[in-house]
């Protein structure tokens, strides 16, 4: 029996050919289907060129555990997302490897209501019966039928904001030649049944799994030029970029400057509290400052969860939170199943912009001004667990106010900061934030302290 190398924490990624095939792809669906038996799930997949075959070998597995399929096409995640909760269905699979490079591919799997899968949820199980490769034969196959969810998941989408209350304005979108271009092309033309003047400046449009313009990740910084040049171009409201799959969208202000995702969650958060007083948020322990500010300001509730999806949206079905925000850009909603959405975030953003009249960057640069953070910073150590241990100790006779929800949190109350190590890869992570009205440090010499003690 062969271990099956692309089963991780939270999903499935491997390299092609060698880590994940159609047989592969075969397997995994037809374990999905004899453990769970759901009646019908929704199946869909992103752009790269190897997705279709993967889509179809996991329908294939689907139909031979008995089990029917509703084939969306070429979606991106969170369509799978939705049609998982909207549809009368029983789960949902999204073949994908997001941002990962062109010879990877992988997979994003819900059971009913969108309730994710992941190592502590049921994926253990379903790689250990694709490994042995011996499955229960049924008495029928399933069926599969293309269903064509988007005019459903673009209705959705509108019920975020009032149509009536958008004031005049131009984006720049910037799909990565990914899976998002779709959706905004029916957005746009809905926005015009409704009469919201907002102005669409498309680029890297076309869906081409060849990624001409390369792989869609603007979290990193070599890619984010062409939106924040055409934001200048244009003299655009806001520029929005999204990753392959588009469950992470990434803003940028009408000077073109890339927000750190730690500010959206501001942002967001604002954008909740505005329609509703009240309501609970929940955040990550990364950076937390200027969200305690911003909940505290709109009268709302803030509640930390530890970093990664799987914990997030456990918080917010416990507490039954309106959003939940992680600075890496992913951004949970109650009403969208606590699932992460890369298309909500941006239509409350326009909201925000036209209910306060205020500009993005200055609705964010007062944020910045208060509370200055690092970015995330990450180093390559060899034994994260000690690297910790030799912060902890170092700064032990400063006596910080110590959190440990997720790595280790040091709070000295002009600054603090969080490390921990990372889920997905052998890195540490490093983020710093302080108060300005407290400090008179530059950020950078938080920064150059904490790079000497790690890398010492």
Request: with cysteine; glycine share 8%; proline share 4%.
């Amino acid at each position: 029996m062969k271990k099956l190398s692309c089963f991780k924490a939270y999903d499935i990624r491997g390299k092609l050919g060698i880590e994940l095939n159609e047989d592969i792809a075969y397997r995994i669906g037809r374990a999905y289907g004899q453990i769970y038996q759901p009646k019908t799930v929704v199946v869909g997949c992103d752009v790269r060129l190897s997705s279709e075959d993967l889509k179809q070998a996991t329908i294939r597995g689907l139909n031979d555990a008995g089990v029917d399929v509703l084939d969306l096409g070429m979606t991106g995640t969170e369509e799978v997302y939705f049609g998982a909760f909207h549809l009368d269905v029983q789960g949902g699979i999204e073949v994908t490897a997001s941002h990962n490079p062109m010879d990877y591919n992988g997979m994003k799997l819900v059971r009913e209501n969108s309730r994710p899968i992941s190592a502590d949820t049921g994926l253990k199980d379903i790689q250990a019966l694709a490994e042995n490769n011996e499955f229960a034969e049924v008495t029928s196959k399933g069926t599969t039928k293309k269903y064509n969810i988007l005019p459903e998941f673009v209705d959705h989408l509108m019920s975020y904001i009032d149509p009536a209350k958008i004031r005049p304005m131009k984006l720049v979108v910037n799909a990565g030649n990914g899976a998002a271009g779709h959706v905004i092309d029916a957005i746009e033309i809905k926005f015009k049944e409704l009469n919201i003047p907002v102005e669409f400046i498309k680029i890297h449009h076309e869906a081409d799994g060849n990624f001409p313009n390369g792989i869609p990740n603007p979290i990193l910084i070599e890619n984010r030029a062409s939106t924040r040049d055409a934001v200048i171009q244009h003299s655009a409201d806001m520029g929005i970029a999204w990753d392959g799959d588009f469950d992470r969208c990434f803003l940028f202000d009408e000077k073109g400057q890339f927000i750190e995702g730690y500010y959206i969650v501001g942002l967001l958060a604002q954008a909740f509290l505005l329609k509703q007083a009240g309501e609970k948020i929940v955040h990550d322990p990364r950076l937390v400052w200027n969200t305690f500010d911003v909940v505290e300001q709109y009268q709302g509730t803030a509640i930390q969860s530890k970093s990664g999806h799987a914990f997030i949206k456990d918080v917010m079905r416990e507490h039954n939170a309106a959003y939940g925000g992680e600075m890496s850009a992913h951004h949970y909603f109650r009403d969208f199943a606590y699932c992460d959405s890369g298309m909500i975030p941006w239509l409350l953003a326009i909201a925000v912009l036209s209910e306060t009249g205020k500009s993005l960057s200055s609705l964010v640069e007062e944020m910045i001004a208060k509370f200055p953070c690092s970015g995330e910073i990450n180093f390559k150590v060899a034994d994260t667990q000690a690297t910790i241990q030799k912060i902890f100790d170092h700064y032990a006779d400063q006596q910080p106010e110590i959190d440990q929800t997720d790595g280790i949190s040091l709070n000295f109350g002009a600054w603090r900061f969080n490390v921990r190590a990372s889920n997905t890869e052998p890195l540490l992570r490093l983020n710093i934030e302080s108060r300005r009205d407290q400090n008179s440090r530059p950020m950078q010499s938080y920064v150059d302290e904490l790079t000497q003690l790690i890398q010492g």
